[in-house]
């Protein structure tokens, strides 16, 4: 009796890694061609649109911030405050320093593209670009999308939310600067000096949800990286075009896939303690997206694993 329920008991789970694995296999992961609009960006002043550059156009700016948006009309002035603050500062200080903001508009049903044309106006389109997309791609879709028609020499994503302190992006460009080789680096801001006082502010069901993904992202698809998910990262030029090029994941996963993609790669990647706080607004819940990146990392070690995927080691 007691051989037969053992038996049962692991027939049962295979056959759920099977039907696991078939999901994740057939999981749609549709990444829309750009389309025409979203090759363009609005000048406020004239009403007039111009074509974006590409990122295998060189750079003609030192560094370009992406700030992927959806619904962000609350919490999106806070974060450009921040970060224009650091920005000039910097720029009286060193006029070489030159830098442009991309805010991409994920395709939001709120005034969040009005906001941000507002400060395009305010800065000029020089320094500040609005990217609206036509429907909802996913932070992954918008950021990747805002990296491809970038300018700058670096590239950082920052979340709109403004939970990282800008100025940390001098900590991060320091590490950069130390540790890049063939002008290749990825610098991950990261959390993990709070975990130990985030989980007791936790519920022992979102730790565990935690560690379970921690877990999963190692065995699946990151190893060099402890915090995958901090919307903090800076990339060369070279790094950032060879990565984005090649991504698939569009929704919360899309960091797992562009680390697992520079670890393949053999770039670089660091992380460097920054300065976060929970802000609140957030639009993701953990039970719903930790089960829909569990099966995404799956699908992404499944889809490399058996070459429907594949990485360009030489790229344009």
Not at 97 to 120: A, H, M, N, Q, R
């Amino acid at each position: 009796m007691i051989e037969q329920l053992i038996l049962a008991a692991i027939t049962l789970k295979i056959v759920g890694l099977m039907v696991l694995g078939v999901i994740c296999l057939l999981r749609s992961f549709n990444m829309a061609a750009r389309s025409e609009n979203e090759k363009y960006f609005q000048d406020p002043k004239t009403k007039s649109r111009k074509l974006f550059p590409s990122i295998n156009d060189l750079p003609s700016k030192y560094l370009s911030v992406i700030i992927p948006a959806y619904k962000e009309v609350e919490r999106l002035p806070a974060m450009i405050k921040d970060t224009m603050d650091y920005l000039e500062k910097r720029q009286a200080n060193d006029p070489s320093f030159t830098y442009e903001l991309i805010i991409v508009d994920d395709g939001s049903p709120d005034k969040t593209t009005e906001i941000s044309l507002k400060y395009s106006a305010h800065y000029g389109t020089d320094i500040v670009r609005v990217l609206t997309l036509d429907a909802n791609r996913g932070k992954g879709g918008a950021v990747r999308m805002g990296v491809l028609s970038a300018r700058g020499q670096w590239i950082l994503f920052a979340d709109a939310d403004g939970a990282t302190q800008f100025s940390d992006l001098t900590k991060l460009e320091k590490r950069a600067l130390e540790t890049m080789k063939n002008n290749e680096v990825a610098i991950c801001g990261s959390r993990r000096h709070l975990e130990t006082e985030s989980v007791a502010k936790r519920s022992a069901f979102r730790t565990l949800l935690m560690y379970a993904f921690h877990f999963e992202v190692w065995l699946f698809a990151v190893k060099s990286i402890r915090d995958t998910q901090c919307g903090f990262k800076l990339f060369s030029r070279e790094s950032a075009r060879k990565i984005f090029s090649q991504m698939h994941v569009e929704r919360w996963a899309f960091d797992v896939e562009l680390l697992y993609i520079a670890e393949k790669l053999n770039i670089p990647i660091f992380e460097v303690d920054v300065n976060w706080q929970e802000i609140p607004g957030s639009k993701l819940d953990p039970f719903t997206a930790s089960f829909q990146m569990g099966i995404d990392i799956l699908a992404i070690w499944m889809r490399y694993l058996f070459g429907i995927w594949k990485i360009q080691y030489k790229t344009q």
